[in-house]
């Protein structure tokens, strides 16, 4: 069968647009042939040498070339693939050989740019080989890997590779499916309805015709080209190709180096090339791309020599720097040289490698001289040297357990601060004294927590472990605290009418700074207990600054510890504004019903257990609820003057008659007129 077709060539422009161009494109007979494979391979060889050398080919010979591989694979009487093989292996071997006696021939001075020149020109030819071999590769070398391994191993052959079998050339399907964007053809043949010249020529390379899926090598050590450049060039030049890097990259550190970097950087990442299959996982299938990446030659041939030498030179460094540095200077020192290492390993290494770097650098320049800047930490906090703290955080946070020390001095001194501070109280506005003066401790080292240690949450815990202590700081370890009351009182001096004159905004501030020590308070359901016999007493008096500062403050507590914690304080208010209400009817009551109080009045009706008082002389509770007919007036003891019985005598009547079965207990002591 021979086809031949002119086809409309689809190729980028320089402005990113399309243009369209004519191609006229042969394809041959795929049926078998016999083949003279001396002439056939002279043609392949001379193609190869010119591909490696990136010397121009003409399309043409290209497709000639394609073709006659694929003919010697399907040769008859018998293939010729193995053959095939193994002259494109002594081809490649012969050209590896004669690159390797021009790089070793290279002067010092000249041998890692020669290295680096002949490398991407050996590297650019071998994708465009391994492309030209597609047929062999997809087809001889996947049916020999099978046979050869099911021969010895049956049903297990599955989970095998052979190894002495490589493709030629290497993986780069980013370079392949590139260059057939740039081929999109449109004929019929043969069902090739849509980009046919690409579909064809994925088929002709498929190892697998039903599931239209590329088989992929272990790694890239299995493609033919990269294992000979391996085993032929780099390792019998491996220590004085290393022995060059290493002496670039240490020329570099002390601000020398005449190499450039980018040859450096082509020598060493032509260790990772060999090996790498990073660029196929992501052009073939994303899925693919948590595979394991081999690197193994860039490892062991470079990455731990330079690992170790790099341990040398900061180990010898930064005793040097310790020796003749102050620790301030010294920690200085140590974080300009981490980052230019970071830097320069961005500029030289492999990715995988930074990680090692910055590592490696802090274990040997910061973890292995921990303990001195242990000794001058204490010093530094209680001196507040904001920078040479924040510096000492920098370089111990990445250290396993670097921090501890200085969270524990740091949480030493806000203590001792605090404590210092509390007990130092005089005159009579104690509670003013003690929530302001916690509070500037806690408004100094919250501050200094956020900008020295970016309020680290190990910080940030050692200094709520201090205020803990200090706010619940007893002189006798037999009382209880004493901050619970001191916090109440100062609320309550905020929120009664005969206050300071504050603004509002001023007044908000000052109840969240009261809420800040509140979290502190390790027994707060004693410090409820103050506060709600406090707001008992500003209710019933009426000496409340405002229902909305009450409310603000009582929604603050909710937010700290939750509506259970405020349930009473909230019915108290609710209290208040029912008896408002029940006021207002009984008046309304008593004008209808000509009844003539003596006095004017307003009741309180306060709940049973929402608040903290108890009725004088032999009533038990206030509010209790029950059936007896004794009125409260007649238990309490007190002798109610005369002119208030009849209201109170009304208001009763009134309160039965829509309240039955509840029990009224007057609390005369708590009376005002």
Known sequence: MLLISVMDIVTPKSDGGMQMSQYQCSFYSLRPKQVDFDATWKSIENSIKRIMKLQPLERRIWDYNFYDIYSLCVAIPEPLSERLYGKTKECLELHVTELYQEINSAS??????TYCQLWNVYYKGALCVHNLFGYLNKQYIKIKRCTEIEGGYGA?????????????????????FSLLSNYIFSFSFLGYDQSSFALLLIDLMRCDDQNHSFILADNVSDFLAMEIWRKKLIDPMEKRLVGHVLTAI???REGRNSIPVDTVRGVIMSFVQVDDVEGMREILDKSLSNLPQNYDTYREMFEKKFLQTTTEYYTVLSNKLLSELSCSQYMESVITRIEEENERSVRFLHKSSHEKVTKLCQDVMVDAHKERLYAVCHEYIEGECMTDLHNMYRILKPINGGLSVVIREFQNFVKKTGLEIVKDMHGDNIPQQFIENVLQVYNRFSSMVTKVYYDDGDFVGALDKALQAVVNYRDDPRQAPKASERLARYTDTLLRKSGKGLSDGELDTKLTQAIIIFRY???????????????ANRLITNASLSKDAEESMINKLKQACGFEFTSKLSRMFTDVGLSHELTDKFVSHCAVSNVTLNVQ???????????PLSAPNSTPTSGVDGKDSTTAVQVTGFIVPPVLLPSIEHFERYYQASHNGRKLTWLFNLASG
């Open 108 to 113: 010092d001075s000249d041998l890692l740019n």
């Open 156 to 176: 297990y052959s599955q989970y095998l590779t052979q190894k002495d079998v490589k493709e030629i050339g290497l993986v780069h399907f980013l370079f392949l």
């Open 250 to 252: 240490a020329a570099d």
């Open 521 to 535: 308070i390790e027994d707060k359901d004693i410090f409820q207990k103050f506060y709600s016999k406090m707001l």
């Open 601 to 611: 009045m307003a009741v309180l009706i306060l709940q049973a257990g929402a608040w």
